[in-house]
């Protein structure tokens, strides 16, 4: 298994910048793809970013050029720039690691809160 543990959320006027870390532990080893998701009230979770094998990153077309994951052993970071009040959301961390061949495991956070004021 592996633990997920998200900090970092908060509430700030749009515009400022905040960072979320999600510390990884456990099976950390196994994990093939870990990154952000967030849902908004009233709407789907979604992808905000992810950081996989290889580094190779992918992120939602609504941050791009304001939001920046990077990993750091196992702590994956999102830096959030020039915050708008539609970024608000519960910011939840992932990771995807094999459980066994064949099969991933999906591990969730608690999540994170994040608030941006107009």
């Known amino acids: 298994q592996v633990q997920v543990v998200e900090s970092g959320g908060g509430l700030v006027q749009a515009g400022e910048s905040l960072r979320l870390s999600c510390a990884l532990s456990?099976?950390?080893?196994?994990?093939?793809?870990s990154g952000w998701y967030r849902q908004a009230p009233g709407k789907e979770r979604e992808l905000v970013a992810t950081?996989?094998?290889?580094?190779r990153i992918t992120v939602a077309d609504s941050v791009k050029g304001r939001f920046t994951i990077s990993r750091d052993k196992d702590t994956i970071y999102l830096q959030m720039n020039n915050l708008k009040p539609e970024d608000t959301a519960v910011y939840y961390c992932?990771?995807?690691?094999?459980?066994?061949?064949?099969?991933?495991?999906?591990?969730w956070g608690q999540g994170t809160q994040v608030t941006v004021s107009s």
């Open positions: 456990g099976r950390t080893f196994a994990i093939l793809i």
């Open positions: 992932n990771a995807k690691s094999w459980v066994e061949v064949g099969r991933l495991g999906d591990y």
């Open positions: 950081i996989g094998s290889g580094d």
